[in-house]
């Protein structure tokens, strides 16, 4: 895509490492043999995606694609607890939708100012062995290994948020339209796909006017560009969160009844919702001859079909005044045009609960445990420690694990998979791969 506009990235995030908890006594002069006194890890940082109006694209993300929270600290002795990692906010558009690129679930949908989702959950940091000293057992040497941050692979995906969207054939004059519409200064050139990446501009309605509308320019589609032809396919989401559609149709073209039909068969291709929003037709180039000639038949073409035209020049200004009061009249109240274009805080992200539930399956020689809490708990244990190692174990009892591995055939000597953690199936002990 030329220039600087982006609006779809691929990034990778990973919550920060819970810190480790500590496994230490106290040490005074006159106890010889101290209670266990080990303080527990921090927590690591959580990734958040917040919205930032002042931006517009996705190019923060064009080279680095990779980004982790910071971890946890360690426990330390005397119950001291490590510190908590910093969070991690990363700014995006308004706009802007967020999905889990291996499964393409839309995980938040981040359409209003400072809305804020969390896309990657920082590990629970490890407990220290204070926690676990009993009546029968008062000097433990277990303590937790703090928990890994939440990974994905996430894919950013930019809708413009535009009150107002200009869509027509390449060279149909919409940057030359905005141009007189609005304060911006598009790049304009006299040949087909001109514009590569979409233009915004402030709609500027007169003086007694406090309302400030968008206004956006999408690049020029082509027959066939709801299948992905040409650039269309990549521009069409863009007009979807639009309140209006202006289709400007260049009056001077070879035939202007068959522009019009081609950009319509697009927008129905593409999702026949945009045919339901409101819109005004805008029939461009009237200073020429050829459009002049052409106006009347296809002014009445567009009446039959209930629908709004308008003949200006965007060249010459004829007629910009009367687009102008008329987009006025068709845009809503400075509240409504306050609020985005569509219902807000649509976040569906769901996170897994930490549940019991787990399975157990044989898979190329590799026997696979499945589940959110055995897997936590396999990533949290220190298997160099015995005390440490024997209480997972014990674990996996208790949680049925054991018993569905040897249902599902597992020998002595055989690799199980927790997770990231690869063990040596043992009846009695479990030694880490």
Do not use: C
């Amino acid at each position: 895509m030329a220039g600087m506009f982006l609006d779809r990235v691929k990034i990778w995030v990973r919550g920060g490492d819970g810190g480790d908890g500590a496994a230490t006594f106290r040490r005074e002069a006159h106890v010889p043999r101290g209670g266990p006194d080990g303080g527990d890890g921090g927590r690591g940082g959580s990734i958040y995606l917040v919205t930032d109006p002042g931006q517009t694209t996705l190019r923060d993300y064009q080279h680095r694609h990779h980004y982790r929270g910071e971890p946890g600290g360690r426990g330390m002795g005397d119950k001291r607890h490590g510190k908590a990692g910093r969070d991690l906010v990363l700014s995006v558009p308004p706009g802007t939708g967020v999905y889990d690129d291996a499964s393409g679930d839309l995980l938040a949908d981040l359409v209003a100012r400072d809305q804020r989702v969390l896309v990657a959950r920082g590990g629970r940091g490890g407990l220290g062995n204070v926690h676990f000293a009993t009546s029968t057992h008062q000097t433990p040497r277990h303590a937790q290994n703090g928990e890994p941050g939440a990974e994905h692979w996430l894919r950013l995906e930019l809708r413009l948020i535009a009150e107002v969207g200009l869509v027509g054939l390449p060279n149909a004059g919409k940057s030359t339209l905005l141009a007189a519409l609005t304060a911006a200064k598009p790049k304009i050139a006299d040949y087909p796909f001109t514009t590569l990446a979409p233009n915004l501009g402030v709609l500027d309605l007169g003086d007694e006017d406090e309302r400030r509308p968008t206004i956006a320019d999408v690049p020029g589609l082509i027959e066939g560009a709801s299948a992905g032809a040409g650039l269309g396919h990549a521009f069409l989401r863009h007009v979807e969160r639009t309140r209006i559609l202006v289709h400007v149709v260049d009056g001077a073209s070879r035939d202007p009844e068959w522009d019009f039909n081609v950009i319509r068969d697009e927008l129905q291709a593409h999702d026949p919702a945009l045919l339901a929003k409101p819109m005004l037709v805008v029939f461009n180039k009237l200073d020429l001859p050829e459009a002049q000639a052409a106006w009347l038949a296809f002014r009445r073409a567009r009446e039959r079909q209930g629908l709004a035209a308008l003949a200006v020049s965007a060249e010459s200004r004829l007629g910009i005044p009367e687009l102008r009061e008329t987009l006025a009249e068709m845009l809503p109240d400075a509240d409504e045009l306050a609020a985005p274009p569509e219902p807000a805080g649509i976040v569906i992200h769901r996170f897994e609960s930490a549940g019991q539930a787990f399975t157990a399956d044989h898979d190329t020689g590799v026997y696979r445990v499945r589940g959110r809490r055995i897997e936590r708990l396999a990533a949290q244990t220190n298997f160099d420690n015995e005390e440490s190692a024997e209480r997972f174990q014990r674990d996996l009892a208790r949680l049925g694990v054991d018993a569905e591995l040897r249902r599902a055939g597992v020998r002595p000597g055989d690799t199980v998979r927790i997770g990231g953690i690869e063990l040596e199936w043992e009846p009695e002990t479990w030694e880490a791969r």
